[in-house]
Structure formats: C-alpha cells, structure tokens
C-alpha cells in the first residue's frame, strides 16, 4: 500500500481538476505502480550481479597475491582423455636425495629409479582415460613428475608421488585427480584429491604411499608404471 497510496492522492487531485475525466483510474494506478516495481527489481538484479562479479574478481586477486608460484596439495593413499602425448623415460635421472625441487622446477620425470607411463586404469572409479605428462583433463594440465624411493621389504619403492599440474583455462575448476602405482603393469595402490584450481595456478598434488614399505609380494627386479586420471569429487 506504501507505493500504491501517493499514486491514489494524486489521481484524485487531477480529479478534483477534471484532468482524467472519462478515464479508469484503477488501470492507470495499476499500471504505474507495475512500472515502479519493475524499475525496482532490475535494480536489484543489476545491484546483486554487481557485488558477484567484484566478489569473484577480489578473491582471484587475492589469490594469486597470496600464492603467486603454485600450491601444494597433500594427500594418503586408499586401498584400492587421450593417451599420455609425453611418455616418461625409463632411464634413471641423477639423484636427488639431497633436496627436493619446487613446483616450478618439477618438469618431466624426476625420479632416482625407472617410472613408465602406463596405458590402462585399474580403477573402477575412474571417469577418465589415462593420462600421463603434457594431457589435459577437466581444465588440469600435468607438467611434472618428482617420485621418491624409501627403503622398503623388497629393497626401494616409489612411496611418495609429487604430480605438478597447472590450470591453463581461464575459468576456476574443480576437479579431483586420482594417481595409480602400477608393479609389472598391475595395479597396486592409488589416491584421489578434490581440489579446486584458479585460472593459471599451479598445483603440486602430493600422493604418500607409506604401506608400499611393508610389501613382501614384489620381486625386487619388478618394473614400476603409473599414470593419472580423474574421480567423481565427494
């Protein structure tokens, strides 16, 4: 009634003057006061649309100011779109006991003993195909690869998997990789991670697999293969 009581008093002054004469006063109310509240909604719409783009503009910037380089995401194991176009060597690279490279330094295999690229998934809660170094799945594109040897039963497993990945889209994704260590081209172990991704961030997903060190089923001459692929974010 608030809007509608002022256009009342002022079509019955232009009454009172004779200016509406044979006209219907209830549709010219109605349809004022249709106009207002429509001039009112979109003001609203165009004030809420306005505080979400600042919103999301004021939390990339925040984020790329806080973490410029890159973030770390950790993750321990559970049991348990194209093919890798960069397949990791199979020679061993120099040791890296002494240090452990920063994202922005993890660029292809780094790894003290033999990792290849393996082509099928043993996951049935896969959602994707295989991926290896140089794919892209869900906006995520990997870049690197620093695996860690500890002393184990068998001799030396892969317990620690660092996968470098950066988003190259322009839009933020959520996504949830998954890695699989493979022994002679069986699955063995993997982990997933949900995780969300700024446009041009970069991401170093840490997978442990600390039950590696207590196998006794593994030859100590056993090839060992990976890859990466994506799971279904809970």
């Known amino acids: 009634m608030s ?3 002022p256009l009342i008093r002022r079509e019955l002054q232009w009454m009172a003057l004779g200016t509406l004469e044979d006209k219907d006063l209830a549709s010219i109310i109605i349809a004022k006061s249709r106009r207002r509240r429509l001039r009112r909604l979109a003001s609203m719409l165009i004030f809420g649309l306005s505080i979400s783009v600042i919103s999301i503009q004021g939390y990339v ?19 348990t779109y194209e093919n890798s176009s960069v397949e990791p060597t199979s020679e061993p690279v120099a040791p890296t006991q002494n240090s452990s490279p920063t994202g922005a330094q993890i660029r292809g295999v780094i ?7 393996e082509e099928s998934i043993g996951d049935l809660s896969a959602i994707s195909k295989a991926a290896g170094l140089g794919d892209t799945l869900g906006g995520l594109t990997a870049q690197g690869l620093y695996v860690t040897w500890s002393k184990c039963r068998v001799g030396v497993c892969p317990t620690t998997w660092t996968l470098s990945a ?6 933020i994704i959520f996504v949830a990789p998954s890695l699989m ?17 700024i446009p041009g961030g970069n991401v170093n997903l840490v ?4 039950e590696l060190k207590d196998m006794t089923n593994v030859d100590d001459k056993a090839t060992w293969q990976w890859n990466w692929f994506l799971t279904v974010a809970r």
């Open 207 to 210: 997978f442990t697999f600390p």
């Open 3 to 5: 809007d509608v009581e």
């Open 181 to 197: 260590v493979y022994v002679d081209h069986s699955p063995l172990v993997s982990s997933s991670r949900p995780l969300s991704v």
């Open 111 to 117: 790894s003290d003993y033999p990792v290849t690229w």
């Open 166 to 171: 950066r988003n190259k889209t322009e839009d």
């Open 61 to 79: 910037l925040a984020n790329n100011l806080l973490n410029p380089e890159s973030t770390t995401t950790s993750t321990t194991s559970s049991d």
